[in-house]
């Protein structure tokens, strides 16, 4: 195992891992304000697929956008669900989910991506309309830093999109435990009726960020199309939404944490495709293939025992719709 | 002198209820206003409509000569109005600091906790309070925890403060400390209004009082023209007795004995720590306590519902602990349990359904697979007549049933010795009278004293010091998952008893 090995590893664990940090960032939001969004995946699906189309068509910048207002949306439709309807949320997120994976794909038969991709910009390239890949996010490396040995392919190497992550998980940490709107969504989380003989407008609090989750997973599902694996297939995210939803619970909830469990998961798995390579720790591929929906399995264990849930200090309203006593 | 509020002709319908009707109430400053009615009387419904949780459906609201629309909390708040509610609004994960300052906007984006502490810290010493704006408020005691709902409002600039039965979860104490801090609140010019259903409180406490009845406004008075029997009868609408005739108990052998019980909470804290307790046939054994002293949890482990970690419950020699809620029903221990609507009774069946729950698979009511309906149908009528369920149709959904009436469905179903057509040995009574108006509350007393005294052995917990006393033969103490001290009636001084239930050591013959 060379020093270059050993570099690539960690540079791709950082790469991988921001996949879970974003989706997981929204949803330690929605969780804490109560709301659990378990469409993770079928939002990170719609985000993936938008952001394939959108960059053949219009390049990386407006597939970012585009991805970001695809993820609001599905993200705004879960809201009304669970939020102002008050449906069960597992059944609700379950069905984001199927929803997500259907229309994502779609974009599967070249037809449509062709049909697409000519009413979104006509002047395409015939070549273009055909192709099953999108170009990468291109990498920035921080001068000098980049060039630090062992820790500089890890953190200085990167495209935009895992800088903006790990910042952001600070900001969203400081902002959720420091200010008032943060004290504001984690009261909702734990008491919402108590916030809302405060005043605290409850349902606005948890539509936002709902919506919030929204954004971040299809950001999430957008990077890690366009910035670690750009070829496409069908369900092309391959279940990694519901494990960024068991990321949130290793996390307790908190985005600093979540820096880390990310990175962890993010390792875990790269270095699983490693040892494959190199013949070692052969286990069956299915393995990883599973994790996912066995890490689901346990989520939902934990987030419906009333005792699990206050050992771990989960939200104390987390799941449960809130309306007003009459 | 100056009003504060004035509610003026409020009409408030809920499904199937007037919840209130054509109800006036005006407030002055610098007074204390006693609301007083029973459970369901309409006393909270009018508060949460000046609070701005509900809406009235016709009559107006003034405030300080102003008439004002209230559409929700937020509103209220802005007009100066606060409240506590029954139950604790607070969240036990967060701060005090937290607590009081959510939804607040002078607390600046990046929360100044500093200074906010100082202040909060400030506000408290002004009421004799010493409470640390960083504690969380799950490390508070009842009473702390009440003073933190009363900074919540104070913080607020609050002119108005509304409380909803603030007594109902603290000791004697504590009480009075709260009683003093509301003097002072009134002596600053500010308005309370105080919801009970005590009538001692509205004579400690309240300048005028009010009496609400059946969603009606009876009568307004100041309280130093008015005594308890006249409150009683307003409130009640017949003259109300306060003594329970009550034979002298001659227990005979044992019900149940409880020897060294452990378990756990839901939070898996241990609850119960060394209970060790014996009821006799033929006694009433009251626990009181504050609530969430391990009360819960023994009735629960008694009953076969929560598993037990160490000691043993024997009944007639036999160590019973841990068997299933079936082997103990068989035993003949009968289970009274808290809040009917939501752990005794299936709300969608019927009277007669929810009557034979347990009955149905025994003899004579079923031959073990196939339910002789008949036979049922025959025995829930005999039942309803006896207990005195309304409506007397066996076919009414148990929903449809007022709470008094849901607690005569229980006692039916426990007491009547379906099972075996025998009297229970033992009667876990949880609660029983909680929530209950004064008829229902009688007939839950008498029944209890009468099986009492046919042979039953009952555990009575309550969280009112005074009915346990009254109906009980023995008195145990709990705090902390423990048996403090059993004592008779009338042996220990009310004052005492506050500061066992608080957990302070005393020594005393």
């Not at chain 2, 209820?17 to 610098?30: E, M, P, Q, W, Y």
């Not at chain 2, 036979?375 to 049933?401: D, H, M, T, W």
């Not at chain 2, 949880?430 to 009492?452: C, Q, R, W």
């Amino acid at each position: 195992m060379s020093i270059e090995w050993i570099e690539q590893v960690l540079q791709l664990t950082v790469q991988m891992g921001t996949v879970y940090l974003l989706a997981s960032l929204g949803e330690i939001y929605a969780e804490r304000s109560g709301v659990l969004n378990l469409g993770l995946e079928g939002m990170m699906l719609m985000g993936a697929a938008t952001s394939f189309m959108f960059t053949l068509a219009y390049g990386h910048l407006s597939a970012i956008l585009t991805s970001i207002i695809v993820g609001a949306l599905m993200g705004l439709i879960l809201s009304i669900l669970v939020v102002d309807m008050k449906l069960n949320q597992v059944v609700v997120g379950l069905a984001m989910t199927m929803l997500g994976a259907g229309l994502s794909g779609f974009f599967t038969f070249p037809e449509v991506r062709k049909n697409l991709l000519l009413r979104l910009n006509p002047s395409l390239p015939e070549e273009v309309l055909l192709i099953q890949q999108a170009q990468k996010l291109p990498e920035i490396q921080i001068p000098l830093l980049s060039n630090i040995p062992v820790i500089g392919k890890m953190f200085f190497s990167h495209n935009l999109l895992v800088y903006f992550s790990f910042i952001l998980s600070i900001a969203m940490w400081f902002i959720l435990f420091k200010t008032r709107i943060g004290l504001t969504i984690r009261s909702v989380g734990e008491n919402p009726s108590m916030a809302d003989s405060l005043g605290v407008n409850v349902y606005m609090v948890r539509r936002m960020t709902v919506i919030l989750s929204g954004v971040f997973a299809s950001l999430a599902g957008a990077y890690f199309f366009i910035g670690f694996h750009p070829f496409w297939r069908e369900g092309v995210t391959a279940g990694r939404g519901f494990i960024a939803l068991a990321l949130v619970i290793l996390a307790t909830w908190s985005p600093m944490r979540a820096i880390l469990g990310a990175y962890l998961f993010g390792g875990v798995e790269t270095f699983q495709y490693r040892l494959q390579l190199f013949g070692l720790g052969a286990q069956s591929p299915y393995f990883l293939a599973m994790l996912p929906y066995i890490l689901t399995i346990m989520t939902l264990i934990i987030i419906s025992t009333e005792s699990i849930k206050k050992r771990i200090g989960a939200p104390a309203s987390l799941g449960i719709p809130y309306a007003r006593e009459e | 002198m100056e009003e504060l509020v004035s509610l003026r002709g409020i009409i408030k319908h809920f499904p199937g209820v007037i919840a209130n009707d054509n109800v006036s109430f005006t407030l002055r400053k610098g007074e204390i206003h006693a609301l007083l009615g029973e459970n369901g009387a309409g006393k909270t419904t009018l508060m949460n409509i000046l609070y701005g949780l509900y809406r009235p459906d016709i009559g107006e609201i003034y405030v300080e000569g102003r008439k004002v629309e209230i559409n929700s909390p937020k509103d209220a708040i802005t007009l100066g109005i606060g409240m506590v509610h029954q139950n604790f609004k607070l969240i036990p994960s967060h701060t005090v600091l937290e607590n009081i300052i959510l939804g607040l906007k002078k607390s600046g984006l990046v929360i100044k906790s500093r200074k906010i502490g100082e202040e909060i810290k400030k506000l408290a010493e002004s009421y004799g309070w010493r409470i640390n704006p960083n504690a969380y408020v799950w490390q508070l005691t009842a009473g702390e925890k009440q003073q933190v709902e009363l900074l919540k409002i104070l913080y607020r600039d609050a002119k108005i403060l509304i409380l909803d039965e603030p007594t109902s979860v603290l000791t004697p104490q504590e009480c009075r400390i709260l009683l003093q801090a509301l003097r002072r609140m009134a002596k600053e010019g500010k308005g309370i209004i105080f919801i009970t259903h005590k009538l001692d409180e509205v004579f400690a406490i309240s300048d005028r009082v009010t009496v609400m009845r059946k969603g009606r406004v009876l009568v307004t008075k100041e309280t130093s023209e008015t005594n308890m029997s006249e409150l009683a009868q307003y409130m009640v609408g017949r003259p109300v007795i306060f003594t329970i005739e009550k034979k002298e108990s001659r227990p005979s052998g044992e019900a149940i004995t409880i020897k060294n019980l452990k378990a756990f909470n839901d939070k898996g804290v241990l609850a119960l720590k060394d209970v060790n307790l014996k009821v006799m046939k033929n006694e009433i054994v009251g626990i009181i306590g504050v609530t969430g002293n391990g009360q819960q949890e023994l009735v629960e482990v008694i009953a076969g519902l929560r598993k037990a970690s160490g000691g043993s419950l024997i009944v007639d020699g036999v160590n019973i602990i841990n068997s299933s809620p079936e082997k103990i029903i068989e035993l003949g221990i009968a289970y009274i349990p808290p809040e009917p609507l939501r752990y005794g009774i299936a709300p969608n069946l019927t009277v007669l359904d929810n009557l034979f729950m347990k009955a149905y698979r025994y003899k004579p009511y079923s031959n073990g697979v196939i339910v002789n309906w008949k036979k049922i149908y025959n025995k829930a009528e005999e039942l309803i007549r006896e207990f005195q369920i309304v409506p007397e149709n066996p076919y009414a959904k148990a929903r449809s049933l007022s709470g008094g009436n849901l607690q005569r469905l229980i006692l039916a179903r426990e007491l009547s010795g379906l099972i075996g057509e025998k009297i229970p040995r033992l009667i876990v009574a949880a609660y029983p009278t909680k929530g209950l108006d004064v008829g229902a509350t009688e007939f839950v007393h008498k029944t209890l004293i009468e099986y009492s005294r046919k042979g039953s052995g009952i555990l009575f917990v309550s969280e009112d010091i005074e009915e346990a006393l009254m109906i009980s033969d023995r008195v145990a103490v709990m705090h902390d998952g423990k048996i403090v001290r059993v004592f008779r009636p009338g042996e220990v001084d009310i004052d005492k008893i506050g500061l066992m239930m608080a957990g302070v050591e005393i020594a005393f013959k």
